[in-house]
Every structure is written in C-alpha cells, then in structure tokens.
C-alpha cells in the first residue's frame, strides 16, 4: 500500500502542474453551469422539467417518444393557470435552441414547451416520419396549378426530405400524397411516398401542453424557426376552430406561400366549395432577417432583403394590403380578438443568430402577449437568455480544453511515455518562404472550391446506403471528407511510397508524423503509437464526456453556444458515431500528416507561448485557410446586398445549409487547431491531435443533429 501511495506522490510531483490546469478547468465549468442553471431557472422562479412526450406516429401504431424541455413558472398551478406557448427548432438544432424565447416568455409568466422534432436531439423517430412528396414546389409560393408550379425531382428520398420543406400545402390531403401529374391522379398512401406528419411531433406536442392542469389552453400560441416555422404552420392550421387553437403564430425566418382571407378577413389557406375557408391562423407575426442565407436557396425572394422587399406579392398578399402600402414592422388589420392581426417584423441579424436576437425575442414576447390579452410588469427589452448562452459557451471551452489537460496528465505514466516524444530535431525538412506558402495555398484553395460542391452532394444525392449512414448533415461531411482523403493519397502518399519502394525517397515514417523518432521505428508505420495515442485521446474526450452527461443530469444543460455541439449519446446515436468515426479519423490523420509533419514551420519545437503562436498561425491558415475564404465569397456581397457569394457564384442548390454552417464551422476549426497545433508540439506526431479532433467532431455530427431513420 506504501508503495502505491508512493507512486502516486511521485507522479503527483510530476504532472501537478497539469493536474492543477484540469482542476481549474473543471472547476470553470461547474461554476459556469450552475451560474447557466440559476438564470435559466430565473433563481428559482422557473421550473425547468426535461422528459418525453410518449405519442404514435401516424399511419402506425407504433410509439414515438418526443424529448422535451418545459419551463413552468412558479405561480402556475391547477388553480392558478398559465398562459403556454409551444416552441420549435430549425434544421440541424434541438430543443436548446428555442431557450431563448421559452426562457424570455416563462420570466413573464408562460408556460414554454421546446421539443426535439422527428429526427433531432433525443426524440426517437426519425425525419423519414415526417414524410415526402415526389414534387417540388419551384417558385416556393406554394400556388395551387397542377403541373405548372410542381416539378419532380431526382434524387434519393433523403433529398426529396431534405428539398419538400418549403411545400406548405403538405396538410391537405391532395398534397399529402405524391400526385401523378400525367393521369391527374392521386397515388395511394400504400404505394406513394407521403407526409406523414408535416409538424414533426409539434401536433403531439401541443395537445399534450394543451392538457396540462397549470395550463390556460384558452391561451396557446406557436413559434418556430426556419424548418420550424413549417412545423408552426402546421400545428396551427391542426388545431384551428378548436377551442385551443393558438391565439398566435410566430414564424422565426420562415417562409410564405400564397394566401387568401376568408370573409371576416383572417388568414386563409384554402377554400372549399361554399367558398369559405377551412383552415385560418389566429394573429400571425413573420420575422424576417436581413441577412438570411436561404432566401435565394427558397427562391422567393432576393438578399439581403431590402426596404422594398415587403412590397412583392407575397408579402402584400400576406398583409393583406395593397403592394404599394405594405410595411415592415407594422401591424395590419389590428384585431387581436379577432385573430385578423399580421405583421412583417424586420431585424438586422442572419438566419441562425434569430434564435438568440434580442430584437426577435423582444417581437414575439409583445406579440403572445398582445394575442393572450394581458400585459406583463416586466418590459419585454429585459432579457437575460445571453448571459446564459455566454456562461454555457465558456464552460464549453472548458470542456474542450480539458480533454487535451487530462491527456496531458498521462504523459507520465510509463505505458504512455511513447506517445510524448518532442519534435524530430531535422531542421532541413523545415518548410520555410515559398515552400510553406504554396503548399498552404494549394491546402486553402482545394478545401474552399470542394465544400460547396461536396458536402452538398452527400446532403442529398449521393446514393448512401440511408439506413446506414443516417446523419444528413453527417453525410455531407462524409463525402467531403472522403474526396480529400483520395487527394491526399492519391498526390501526396501515394507518391511517397512509390518513391520509398524504388529507394528513391529521402524522407520516412518520421516526417510524415506516423513514427517515433529513432531506428526502430521510423522507417515503418508505428501501429503501437497509433493504438497509444488513440488510447489517450478516448481517455481525454471521455472526461469531457462525464463533464456532459453530468451536466445533462443535474442541470439539463450541455456544452453548446446557440448551435448544439456536445450532447449525451442515445444508443442510436453512438452507433452512428462509430460508423462515421472510422472516415472523420482517416480524415484528420492524413489532414494533419499534410499540414503539420510535412509542411512543418519555424519554431514548431520552441517552447513557450510566444513560440506556439509563431508556428500556430500558420497551421490555422492551412486547417481553416478555406473555410474563412468562403466565408468572404459568401458574406462580402451578401453585406454588400448583393446576395450570398455561393449562390450567386454557383447556383441556389449550392447555397443554404453548407454555407450557412460556415459561421458554425469556422470557429470549430479553429479551435480545432489550437489542439492539433498544441498535441503535435508535445508529442512530435499526428496522432494525438488528430485523433482528439475527430473524436470531437464526430461527436458534434452524431449527438444531436438531424437523423433520418431512428
């Protein structure tokens, strides 16, 4: 026993620094958290309740569980009851998302219900239960002539998912189905691909709020962003002429199809034959974002969206005015009994930051309050969501940090002492001048022209086996991944081994950061370094993941800043992260053979700050040189009110998502270099880091993002 403890002082004596960098870490994040949790519960004024909603899918019997996040305040009770409102994600996010509005209305006494939509965060059907059709609409107006606005499309039926969001219509019955364009007929149910449910789980959703006991169902109403705003429509038009039908509708960056009123005037989206409408939204609040990256992908209107944009058809049609006398930030026919109510809201941000918009909080607050017909004492410009969304940000930071801090804490234990080997000390193989710069060039021009093209082509029309790779964001990543590994084989490994073989090659194992640094292994691939490191970058994500579940737990809160990043893994969801992990690792090996061993920099084996960001720089210019040229092409013109660079330079069907993600994905791998840059420098290889990176990365696509089968 006295020798363990021994040990254990010894190694204490030797890692204490590191040991002190990881509990400080650690400490930050709970900290942060708990600070997150007292806003989020408004320091005891809100309950905040996480669970399922246990419901059928349609056409079936069998059992969806819908996850769930509800806010209750205090004051609500069978005796006293609230106001409610149901709360809806976009593409790609989760119930987290909504926090803002849900947070925001529950501090001025509303019950606020976000929900894991099929196919994202914990619910467990997929988006393949939301249905399809075999049409587009082209114009996205969703005006009602057969065989003019409808076109088919190729492609597989994630594609036909992914492209039949913007088909409003898709709670009707005849569009419901796919329609047969040729005989004017409608295909079966049984033997056409349909919409199931065109609400994703938010009908459920919303009759089980509606029931609650603390709940006033006499005053509900709806918002959603961007795929959510569809979902929003959908629920409304569900539940309309009902006595809890939604007093408002609130449709963040959302989308508009052709309108018409009934006699009293509402909102009207269809008629029958008496000529009255069917189907009518209450007080309806469109918030629309200047910079909104998929308004040309909708193809509806141009970006940015102007002052004169309000003045199209659709809009005016929507406001119910003439062209000429449509405004923004204006409400028309002002009747909120009534449910006559509409406006246009206008806010300066881009599609994804109007989830965390105070101006867009701010609307939708005064609008369900002005539609439940009461006031509340505290101003609706007296918001706390960002504080909480900062405090959660940093903990996050912490998180990632500290999984390269725990394996740094390793490095001591003799098993692992391979793994932290110092640099190669061979100075003629330092890339410097010219030599670094063309490389890197090569590097930044070849990931900037492949994204567009790529991830876009695994989004949707690459033939993947679906029941396999689920994970629709996941698959664009996936081809694009897996077309940089063949250019990086095929001209710069490749190449390398042909020359070895012929005795040609003056370079081995070493210098492409596959090998320790002496004569027993750098003339092979050091397969005992690659299960080692492999070994210390699962012990460093793991306690990150801890970090995760225990925060999920005890304050329903994970690492994430306005996009879902780290979350708890479903079974489901781990499988899927070990069928994307083994591509994302190749990935990242090869990336950071490339850019770190063979284009290794100046000061790379200096020690010290100063020395780190000499050499970090460069490496950032090669790992994420493309991302953030993109990012100019796509955001230049766009602030220029031009439009969106991709979409103007490549097509609409090139725009949307994948450039959208770039805000995303940019300061990802950037982070992502610090780790690679900061592994490579203590252990001289590319494992570590890279190993690390892809297990972090993967996580991100398969925690929580959008699934099309569960």
């Not at 690659?530 to 990150?544: D, R, S, T």
Request: charged content about 20%.
């Amino acid at each position: 026993m006295k020798k363990m403890f021994d040990v254990f002082l010894q190694y204490v004596k030797k890692t204490w620094k590191q040991l002190v960098v990881l509990l400080s870490l650690l400490v930050t994040s709970i900290v942060s958290i708990c600070i997150a949790n007292g806003i989020q519960t408004n320091f005891g004024k809100i309950k905040v309740e996480s669970g399922v909603i246990e419901t059928k899918l349609i056409d079936s019997n069998e059992t969806v569980n819908i996850g769930f996040k509800i806010y209750i305040p205090k004051e609500a009770s069978a005796t006293n009851k609230l106001p409610a409102a149901l709360c809806l994600h976009g593409y790609q996010n989760d119930h987290e998302t909504s926090a803002a509005y849900a947070l925001e209305l529950a501090r001025r006494g509303v019950v606020a219900l976000c929900i894991d939509e099929y196919g994202h965060g914990s619910t467990d059907a997929g988006m393949i239960e939301r249905g399809y059709v075999n049409h587009k609409v082209t114009t996205n107006y969703g005006y009602d002539e057969l065989g003019k606005t409808y076109l088919e499309i190729g492609g597989v039926s994630r594609y036909k998912i992914m492209m039949n969001f913007s088909n409003l219509s898709f709670f009707s019955d005849y569009y419901a189905n796919s329609y047969d364009f040729e005989t004017n007929t409608i295909i079966s149910k049984e033997d056409a691909a349909h919409m199931r449910d065109s609400s994703m789980g938010a009908t459920a959703a919303y009759g089980w709020l509606s029931n609650l006991s603390y709940v006033d169902n006499s005053k509900m109403a709806v918002t959603g962003h961007s795929m959510g705003t569809w979902a929003s429509w959908s629920v409304s038009a569900a539940y309309s002429g009902t006595s809890i039908a939604p007093r408002a509708t609130a449709l963040q960056c959302g989308e508009l199809f052709k309108t018409m009123r009934d006699s009293e005037g509402r909102l009207a989206y269809d008629k029958d034959n008496d000529g009255d409408a069917d189907i009518y939204w209450n007080n309806v609040l469109l918030i629309t974002s200047k910079y909104d990256e998929f308004n040309y992908f909708r193809d509806y209107i141009k970006t940015p969206v102007l002052d004169d944009t309000v003045k199209n058809e659709i809009r005016s049609n929507f406001l119910g005015v003439n062209q000429s006398e449509a405004e923004f930030n204006k409400t028309f026919h002002e009747d909120f009994n009534k449910g006559t109510s509409v406006r246009n809201e206008y806010i300066i941000t881009n599609h994804r930051l109007a989830t965390h918009d105070k101006n867009a909080v701010k609307s939708v607050v005064d609008w369900f309050f002005n539609a439940y017909g009461i006031t509340s004492p505290l101003d609706s410009s007296n918001q706390i969501f960002m504080v909480k969304e900062v405090l959660v940000l940093v903990a996050m930071l912490c998180g990632i940090a500290s999984t390269v801090a725990m394996a740094m804490c390793l490095k001591e234990i003799p098993f692992f002492k391979a793994v932290f080997q110092p640099v190669p000390n061979r100075p003629e193989k330092v890339k410097k001048g010219w030599k670094f710069y063309k490389g890197a060039l090569i590097t930044v021009l070849l990931s900037a022209l492949s994204y567009p093209f790529l991830t876009q082509l695994g989004h949707g029309l690459m033939p993947l086996p679906e029941k396999v790779f689920k994970m629709t964001i996941g698959n664009g990543f996936l081809v694009w991944y897996l077309f940089l590994i063949l250019v990086m084989l095929g001209f710069t490994l490749i190449p390398w081994f042909t020359k070895k073989k012929k005795g040609t090659k003056t370079t081995d194992f070493v210098d492409l950061g596959f090998a320790r640094d002496d004569d027993n292994h750098k003339n092979k691939f050091d397969w005992a370094l690659l299960g080692k490191a492999a070994l210390v970058a699962f012990i460093g994500v793991l306690w990150m993941y801890i970090q995760v579940i225990i925060f999920e737990k005890l304050a329903q809160l994970d690492y994430r800043f306005i996009w879902p990043f780290f979350k708890g893994f479903s079974w489901s969801r781990f499988g899927q992260f070990l069928v994307y992990f083994p591509v994302f690792a190749l990935f990242f090996i090869l990336n950071n053979s490339r850019i770190f061993a063979c284009s290794r920099v100046e000061h790379t084996e200096e020690k010290g700050f100063a020395a780190f960001f000499k050499c970090w720089w460069k490496y950032a210019l090669c790992m994420v040189g493309g991302i953030l040229l993109l990012c100019l092409i796509e955001y230049i013109p766009f602030f220029l009110q031009i439009g969106p660079g991709a979409d103007l330079l490549f097509g609409t069907t090139f725009g949307g998502p994948f450039m959208s993600l770039l805000i995303v994905f940019a300061p990802q791998v950037l982070v992502f270099s610090f780790i690679c840059t900061y592994c490579y420098r203590k252990t001289g290889n590319v494992f570590l880091g890279a190993i690390i990176v892809a297990m972090l990365s993967c996580w991100i696509v398969t925690g929580g993002s959008a699934m099309l089968y569960a």
